[in-house]
């Protein structure tokens, strides 16, 4: 259980630094996209413009002088007189702010233009996707056109594309054309997500996956040599009793002078293959064995140090010490010898 969350954490440790980059990856991609598709757009809709002035041969300076409107002024009126009569139409400051012409003056030029060339949608969205395809778009443009009729003042809607991919897809906003704001053209980008990636991305987001991966093979294979240099001390003594115990800020761990490791952290015993594991008493009382450096301690002292509450019989303390020294023998030379009552940590090999 313990192996299948170590192999779990580090999965998640390789795996979300690729995810968070992949996340930035595609905010950033996504915002260049939105950029240039709607600078594509708008650059259709003007020269869709450009071709019916060409084809009237109307054409006036976008440097006329005209009043700068402001929020102030809007909603604002404007009228357009046709075959038909005039009518009058209320436009928002929002509208005003989308259309892709600020001089009134041309505006009323593009009305005339549309009266006379109305708009395609099918026109322009292949004009708007060609364009998207010569920026390098592996995505499809989709299309959103309604016109007014200056004469009935009826509002009519053409879409491009499938409807449902138009709902669920990202707008660029809408742009809007003629002095009473009576065309107004939204474009939609429908993409699958690994679509916004550039070939580039995909190498630097698998080189990261590598490079992270192989970060944690390295630690997870080298990990228990790193923690036997820097985090056990080893102190050679006269008698092969035992080593003085360390601890550090985040392992207590010890070496006996036969080999064997005592991860008090873990309550691990373990000599080369042979291991056992320790319970939360045994580990305890080993711990104080080490500590005590060849000192002998009391029955009553033991029972004062692993047992918080007054134990009047010794058998538990006979019970905990005869298990951790039988697990000790199955892993170590070492063992537990009463001297009179008290009780040290001694080899099994030494003869008295």
């Known amino acids: 259980m313990k192996q299948l969350w170590k192999t779990i954490v580090a999965i998640v440790f390789v795996l979300l630094p690729c995810v968070l980059v992949c996340i930035w990856l595609y905010d950033v991609r996504i915002n260049e996209w939105r950029e240039v598709a709607s600078r594509t757009l708008r650059n259709s809709l003007k020269e869709e413009i450009n071709q019916r002035e060409t084809k009237m041969a109307l054409r006036i300076s976008?440097?006329?002088?005209?009043?700068?409107?402001?929020?102030?002024?809007?909603?604002?009126?404007?009228?357009?007189?046709?075959?038909?009569?005039?009518?009058?139409?209320?436009?928002?400051?929002?509208?005003?702010?989308?259309?892709?012409?600020?001089?009134?003056?041309?505006?009323?030029?593009?009305?005339?233009?549309?009266?006379?060339?109305?708009?395609?949608?099918?026109?322009?969205?292949?004009?708007?996707?060609?364009?998207?395809?010569?920026?390098?778009?592996?995505?499809?443009?989709?299309?959103?056109?309604?016109a007014l009729d200056v004469n009935s003042g009826k509002e009519n809607c053409t879409y491009i594309g499938d409807s449902v991919r138009i709902a669920q897809a990202d707008s660029l906003g809408t742009f809007v054309v003629g002095y009473a704001c009576e065309i107004a053209v939204t474009g939609f980008l429908s993409y699958h997500w690994w679509q916004v990636y550039l070939l580039s991305d995909w190498i630097w987001i698998l080189s990261l996956l590598f490079f992270i991966g192989g970060l944690v093979v390295w630690i997870w294979k080298y990990y228990p040599v790193i923690k036997e240099r820097y985090f056990i001390k080893k102190i050679e003594v006269e008698k092969p009793v035992l080593v003085a115990a360390v601890e550090f800020p985040y392992v207590q761990c010890c070496q006996l002078p036969d080999g064997t490791l005592f991860d008090k952290e873990h309550g691990i015993l373990q000599k080369g293959t042979r291991k056992g594991k320790l319970s939360r008493l045994e580990n305890e009382l080993l711990w104080m064995l080490v500590n005590a450096k060849n000192e002998a301690i009391s029955i009553d002292r033991l029972k004062e140090a692993l047992w918080s509450t007054k134990v009047e019989s010794n058998s538990s303390v006979y019970t905990t010490i005869h298990r951790l020294r039988e697990k000790m023998t199955k892993v170590s030379s070492f063992t537990i010898k009463n001297e009179g009552g008290s009780y040290r940590l001694t080899t099994s090999e030494l003869k008295d």
Not at 85 to 94: A, L
């Open 62 to 146: 976008s440097k006329a002088n005209y009043k700068r409107l402001t929020e102030s002024d809007f909603p604002m009126k404007v009228g357009i007189t046709t075959e038909k009569g005039s009518r009058e139409y209320e436009i928002t400051w929002v509208e005003h702010k989308q259309n892709i012409e600020s001089n009134p003056r041309i505006r009323s030029r593009h009305t005339i233009l549309l009266q006379s060339y109305p708009f395609s949608a099918e026109i322009l969205a292949k004009h708007w996707r060609d364009s998207l395809q010569v920026s390098g778009f592996r995505t499809k443009g989709l299309l959103r056109m309604c």
